[in-house]
C-alpha cells in the first residue's frame, strides 16, 4: 500500500525519510528495522486517530505469512517506543488505546510547511482541518520563510556544527576517564535447544545441535558471553520456566525456540527475552527448505546481533560473514554427531562426524569435531595413543581449512596439555583470546595449561577471570585444582560445583582427604566409585582403601589402572600424578617414584607444586626423588621464561 505522506516528515526532533527509510533524530540515523518503521508510517499517516491491531496485522504482514500477530504487533511497538525515547506509561508519541490498538499523538510537521497537530490541525491558524478520506494527512501550502524561520534555520546550523564537533571529541574524552576502568561484563546469552514439535523423533538431534552452532557462532563476539551446550542440554525436551533458567545459568537474556520438519521443509521459530525486565527483544521465523539448513546459524545470528544492538569490530564481522557451501548431506550428518558429542556418546559421533568429513572434506567444522570426539574417546573411553593421533590429525586438517577456528584450537590445545606438549598449547590458547578476550572457554584452557606447568598464580588469575566471564566455567571445564596446588583447600571446596557427578564426588572427596576429614573423604570415595568406576574415581577408591587400612586391595587397583594407561597409551599425566600420590600415601615408594616420573616426563612439571606436596613428603627421602624434581623445575623454569608476561 503506497504511503500518503510526503516523502519527509517531522515532529519533535525527530525526521522520518519515507524515500529513505530512515528515522532520524537531530539529523543522526536511529537504527530501526523494516517492521517497527512501517508501523510507524501507519500511525503517522492516522495521526490522532486509533490504528487497530487488526489495520496493522494488514498493512505490515502478508496473510499467508505464519506468525502470531499480536505478539508481533507489541514487539513492533515496543521497539518503535525504544528508538522515540517513549514509554507506554506516560506517552509521547504512542498511545495504547484500550484494547483496540494504537494512535500517534505528537506534533507534526512537513519541511518548509505549517505545523500540523495529530487532530489536523494547522497551528498557526488553528483552522480544524481533519485527514483526507484515505486517511494521509492534510496537504498544507508551505509559506515564504519568514525572517524568524531563517534565523532559526540558521541557529539550528550553528548547533548541529556544534554537535558534530562534540561528537569527533567525546569519544576522546571518554577514552580518557575511562581508561583505567575495568571491563565492563558482556551480556550474558543461553541460547536454549529448540524443541521438536514434529511427530518424527528422528529429527531430535537438530534441538541441540542447531543451538550449539549458534552458541559456537556467537562464540567470537567480545561483547556477549554465551552458555556453552554443556549447561543447556538438559534443558532439551523440558518445559521451560524462563526465570529459573536465567538464575540457574546466570544469564539476562534467553534465546527459546522450536522447530517443525515436514518432509523437504523445515520451519523455526524463536523468541529472545530480557528476563529481567520480561521484556521481549525479538522473535522470528524462518521457513526454509531442509537443504539450506546451514543457513539457519546465519540468519539468526544476523538478527540476534541486530536485536541486541550489538557493535562489532571489523575482524568479528569478518569472522561471521555466512558460512562457505556445505554440502547438504554433509551437514546433516555434521549435526547428528554434533548431537552425539553432546551425549558423550564418542564412538556413535566419530562415526558420524567421519561420514560428514568423507562426503565433504573441506567442512572445517566436521574436522573440529570429530578431533574432539576422538580426543574425548582416548581419554574417558581409555581409546588411547591411536585416538589422540587421529584427534590431532583431525584439528590440524580443520585448521588448515579455517586457521582461526576457535572449537579447533581450543581442542586441539587440550590434546597438547593432556599429551605432554603444553608449549605448544599455550600460543594456541593466546591466539584465540586475541580473536575473542571475553572467551571464558579459552581463559579456562589457559589456565589448565599453566597448572601443568607450575605458573600457578597465572593458572588461578585465568580460571578466575574465566568464572568472572561465565559463573558456569566450572560446570563444564576441569575443577580448579589450582586452589588444591596451593594448598588452599577450603577455597577448593568451595569452588566446586554442585554437581553429584562422579567425578566432581571424587574431588570432593580429594579436597576432604587433605583437609584430614578422612571419615567423609571414605565416604565420598566410595560413592564415586559405585557410580562410576573410572580412571579417577579408582585412585580415590584406593585412596579410601588406605582410609580404611585394606592396603592390597587400593595397590591392585593402582596397579590396575597404571597398566591399562601404559598398554592404551592414555595421556592426562595429571592423572598418572595422582597416582603417584596414592602409591606414596599406601607405602608404595617404588611404585610412586616410577608414575611421578612418567608424570613429569608426559608433561605435568608444576614444580612449585611437586616440591612441597603434602602426599608426596614419604619419598623426599628418596635418591630418585630429586633427580626428578629437578628435571620439573628445568622445564618449569624455561617454560616460564617464555611465557611469563
Known amino acids: 500500500m503506497p504511503s500518503t505522506l510526503p516523502p519527509v516528515v517531522r515532529f519533535a526532533n525527530f525526521e522520518v525519510d519515507l524515500r529513505a527509510g530512515e528515522l532520524r533524530k537531530d539529523g543522526s540515523k536511529i537504527r530501526l528495522q523494516e517492521q517497527p518503521f512501517l508501523l510507524l508510517t501507519a500511525l503517522l499517516e492516522s495521526a490522532g486517530e486509533v490504528v487497530t491491531r487488526e489495520d496493522l496485522r494488514k498493512r505490515l504482514w502478508s496473510p499467508d505469512v505464519f506468525v502470531d500477530f499480536d505478539h508481533r504487533v507489541a514487539v513492533a511497538v515496543s521497539k518503535l517506543r525504544d528508538a522515540l525515547r517513549d514509554s507506554a506509561e506516560k506517552p509521547k508519541f504512542i498511545e495504547t488505546v484500550g484494547r483496540r490498538g494504537y494512535r500517534f499523538m505528537g506534533q507534526i510537521e512537513f519541511p518548509d510547511s505549517l505545523a500540523v497537530d495529530s487532530k489536523g490541525g494547522n497551528l498557526e491558524t488553528s483552522f480544524p482541518t481533519k485527514t483526507g478520506e484515505q486517511g494521509g494527512l492534510p496537504k498544507v501550502t508551505a509559506p515564504e520563510p519568514t525572517r524568524s524561520r531563517v534565523s532559526r534555520r540558521i541557529l539550528l546550523s550553528s548547533l548541529a556544527f556544534l554537535l558534530l564537533v562534540s561528537l569527533a571529541v567525546l569519544p576522546r574524552l571518554i577514552h580518557i576517564r575511562t581508561a583505567k576502568e575495568p571491563p565492563r561484563a558482556p551480556r550474558s546469552l543461553a541460547i536454549l535447544p529448540l524443541q521438536n514439535l514434529g511427530q518424527d523423533s528422528n529429527n531430535d538431534f537438530l534441538g541441540l545441535s542447531l543451538a550449539d552452532v549458534l552458541i559456537t557462532k556467537l562464540s567470537y563476539l567480545s561483547s556477549l558471553s554465551v552458555r556453552p551446550y554443556a549447561t543447556v542440554q538438559k534443558y532439551r525436551g523440558t518445559a521451560i520456566d524462563l526465570q529459573k533458567v536465567a538464575a540457574d545459568l546466570k544469564v539476562d537474556t534467553v534465546l527459546t525456540g522450536s522447530f517443525i520438519r515436514d518432509r523437504d521443509r523445515l520451519r523455526i521459530t524463536y523468541q529472545l527475552v530480557d528476563v529481567k525486565s520480561e521484556k521481549i527483544l525479538g522473535q522470528g521465523m524462518i521457513d526454509l527448505k531442509y537443504d539450506d539448513l546451514l543457513t539457519v546459524q546465519d540468519k539468526v545470528t544476523s538478527q540476534l546481533i541486530s536485536e541486541l544492538q550489538l557493535h562489532l569490530s571489523p575482524a568479528e564481522a569478518e569472522r561471521l560473514k555466512p558460512e562457505k557451501p556445505v554440502n547438504p548431506l554433509a551437514y546433516e550428518y555434521f549435526l547428528q554427531g554434533l548431537d552425539f558429542y553432546t551425549q558423550h556418546k564418542f ?5 558420524v562426524l567421519e561420514k560428514s568429513t568423507e562426503i ?3 567442512y572445517a567444522s566436521a574436522w573440529a569435531y570429530l578431533g574432539a570426539s576422538y580426543n574425548s574417546d582416548a581419554a574417558f573411553e581409555l ?13 590440524e586438517r580443520a585448521l588448515a581449512i579455517q586457521p582461526n577456528l576457535l572449537e579447533a584450537q581450543l581442542v586441539l590445545a587440550n590434546l597438547l596439555v ?3 606438549k603444553v608449549e605448544q598449547a599455550v600460543p594456541l590458547l593466546r591466539n584465540a583470546l586475541k580473536i575473542n578476550d571475553n572467551y571464558a572457554a579459552a581463559h579456562w584452557e589457559l589456565g589448565y595449561a599453566y597448572r601443568f606447568a607450575g605458573m600457578l598464580d597465572e593458572s588461578l588469575a585465568e580460571c578466575e577471570r574465566a568464572r568472572q566471564l561465565d559463573p558456569l566455567v566450572k560446570a563444564y571445564g576441569s575443577v580448579l585444582n589450582t586452589y588444591l596446588y596451593q594448598g588452599q583447600y577450603r577455597k577448593f571446596l568451595e569452588s566446586l560445583p554442585v554437581d553429584d557427578s562422579s567425578f566432581v564426588i571424587f ?7 587433605h ?3 578422612f571419615d567423609q573423604a571414605s565416604k565420598d570415595f566410595d560413592r564415586a566409585y559405585e557410580l562410576d568406576p573410572t580412571l579417577y574415581t579408582g585412585i580415590g577408591k584406593a585412596l579410601s582403601d588406605s582410609i580404611q587400612h585394606r592396603k592390597e586391595d587400593g595397590l591392585d587397583i593402582l596397579n590396575g589402572l ?11 599425566p595429571e592423572a598418572t600424578y595422582k597416582i603417584a600420590e596414592a602409591y606414596a600415601v599406601l607405602g608404595d615408594k617404588t611404585s610412586a617414584m616410577r608414575a611421578l616420573r612418567k608424570s613429569v616426563e608426559s608433561g605435568f612439571f608444576s614444580y612449585p607444586y611437586i616440591a612441597k606436596d603434602p602426599l608426596l613428603s614419604d619419598l623426599h627421602s628418596e635418591p630418585e626423588f630429586a633427580h626428578i624434581l629437578n628435571k ?3 622445564r618449569y623454569e624455561a617454560f616460564r621464561n617464555s611465557f611469563a608476561s
Open 418 to 420: 593432556d599429551t605432554g
Open 515 to 517: 583437609e584430614k576429614e
Open 383 to 395: 581409546g588411547g595413543r591411536d585416538e589422540y593421533r587421529r584427534a590431532q590429525a583431525a584439528c
Open 562 to 572: 597404571e597398566r591399562r594407561i601404559t598398554e592404551r597409551g592414555v595421556g592426562d
Open 360 to 362: 565433504d572434506p573441506n
Open 632 to 634: 620439573a623445575r628445568q
Open 507 to 513: 574431588y570432593r572427596g580429594f579436597g576432604e582427604f
Open 347 to 351: 564412538p556413535l559421533a566419530i562415526k
